[in-house]
């Protein structure tokens, strides 16, 4: 049965005709957008950022690794905390944050305070997949439906993946015309929306009673030890990524040291914060996370190299860079909706597999000198990648995550997304890191074809998709 159709079944519970209506949506997909585009939104204002403030402009990039290390942390712990305290308490805590930071990073006199600013964003913006993912699943148990909500589910794709790419034009727009601090201001009234939208229209969490809210019954229930471990050894893991080429020998021992004990206090746990056991049992689902990873590695690397080469060798200004970028993220959410109503899992990351390899062979042909069409047709081969990965794993995550683990597993689906995230950026300053030129772009694009070879791999050899060209 198609998910649309099922949508508008008869209603299970006491729920209205269409369980998944604008009011239950659009709080969600206000909420997911905030994450990606804080991500992105900041590249344009590095510059001014280190001109006023005095400081170098690579100094700045603790701008954006601060944002990536603390969602890298934050995805799964609030998709814990929605399972156990309630998906809408979590949601509205996190827009807080967001709220919190923009003020913070508004009125920001000096690096460590805008710093401060992006780990408070990078928190709260955390909060919103997690939850909707938690708050959707529960409501189609309610309405009784049998497939995914596809259509429910592309929004939260469009939301979550394809409003990245708009944030380098926005953060050019605002920073151009406004000024560095509306790279924060700009979530101050986004999140008041957010928060009214949230408080009216999305359903309150079950009551929690008196033994529920001690903090050593909470602390028990979350599993505090096994995330404060998983936060130091995520930590370690990507301050080491980040540092390479360079070996930062002290980030690799905090990460063996946290690793090892965490590892072996969750496998002794009934119900761990990170399941290493589901995950080996679960393979359908490990593999969905490596797929997400990989492809937007790819993703990134074309959103952050690309752009750095279009600027340093093709001399494209700022603006002329992210407005060349912008159709892969137009062609991304185009395609993202229409597909995910079909709960295609399958197909489309077979296609994204293939376009990566595509795309990836593409870049390989550009040099400082071709047309502007060429690269907006790379990225637009790397927009089709986005949406087909993003939809596919997203309905993927959706049918093999535990129902009740759904806040956690998809916290961790955005966790490897990050790695990929951040991944990209470690290769494109190794490529580059002797001056920004063709060559390295050949490079990058050398790299991505094995990363998509991967991907097409862990897609045609698993034998969970082989069955589900659709889920219906």
């Not at 508004?106 to 600013?117: R, S, Y």
Request: hydrophobic content about 55%; glycine content about 10%.
């Amino acid at each position: 049965m198609r998910a649309d159709a099922t949508e508008s079944a008869a209603p299970a519970r006491g729920l209205s005709r269409k369980p998944f209506s604008w009011t239950f949506t659009t709080p969600l997909y206000v909420g997911s957008s905030l994450n990606p585009i804080n991500s992105s939104i900041i590249a344009t204002a590095l510059v001014p950022i280190a001109t006023e403030l005095h400081v170098s402009v690579g100094s700045t990039a603790t701008l954006v690794s601060s944002l990536y290390l603390a969602s890298a942390v934050a995805q799964p712990t609030a998709g814990k905390l929605a399972e156990v305290l309630g998906a809408r308490r979590v949601f509205l805590f996190g827009i807080v944050l967001v709220l919190l930071g923009g003020v913070v990073g508004g009125l920001g006199q000096n690096l460590a305070m805008l710093t401060v600013a992006r780990v408070l964003v990078g928190i709260g913006t955390s909060a919103a997949f997690p939850c909707a993912m938690v708050l959707i699943r529960r409501r189609a148990e309610d309405a009784g439906l049998d497939a995914p909500p596809g259509g429910v589910l592309g929004g939260i794709a469009i939301a979550g993946m394809a409003t990245a790419a708009v944030g380098p034009p926005i953060g050019g727009l605002l920073v151009g015309a406004a000024g560095w601090r509306w790279a924060f201001l700009i979530n101050i009234p986004v999140t008041l929306i957010a928060m009214v939208m949230a408080v009216r229209w999305l359903p309150k969490d079950p009551a929690l009673d008196r033994a529920n809210r001690r903090f050593r019954r909470v602390a028990d229930r979350i599993d505090l030890t096994g995330i404060l471990g998983f936060a130091l050894t995520m930590s370690a893991l990507v301050i080491f990524l980040m540092d390479l080429p360079r070996v930062d020998w002290t980030a690799l021992a905090v990460f063996v040291l946290a690793a090892v004990p965490t590892v072996w206090w969750e496998l002794r746990r009934a119900a761990p914060f990170f399941d290493f056991r589901g995950l080996a049992a679960n393979g359908a689902l490990t593999r969905t996370y490596l797929r997400q990873g990989l492809t937007l590695l790819g993703t990134y690397s074309v959103m952050y190299g690309m752009t750095q080469w279009m600027e340093a060798a093709h001399g494209f200004s700022t603006v002329t860079a992210g407005l060349l970028l912008l159709p892969m993220g137009a062609v991304s959410a185009l395609l993202s909706h229409p597909l995910a109503r079909r709960n295609l899992v399958r197909g489309p990351l077979i296609v994204s597999a293939v376009s990566m390899l595509i795309g990836s062979a593409g870049i390989m042909l550009l040099t400082s000198h071709s047309p502007a069409i060429a690269l907006v047709l790379v990225s637009l081969i790397f927009g089709v990648a986005s949406a087909t990965t993003t939809v596919g794993n997203q309905t993927a995550l959706y049918l093999e995550a535990p129902p009740d683990q759904i806040g956690t597993a998809s916290g961790l689906f955005r966790t490897f997304g990050y790695l990929g995230t951040i991944t990209s950026a470690v290769i494109g300053g190794i490529v580059f890191r002797t001056g920004v030129t063709d060559h390295g772009l050949h490079t990058l694009g050398l790299v991505l074809v094995g990363a998509g070879l991967a991907v097409l791999l862990l897609t045609v050899l698993d034998r969970r998709l082989m069955g589900r060209h659709t889920t219906n």
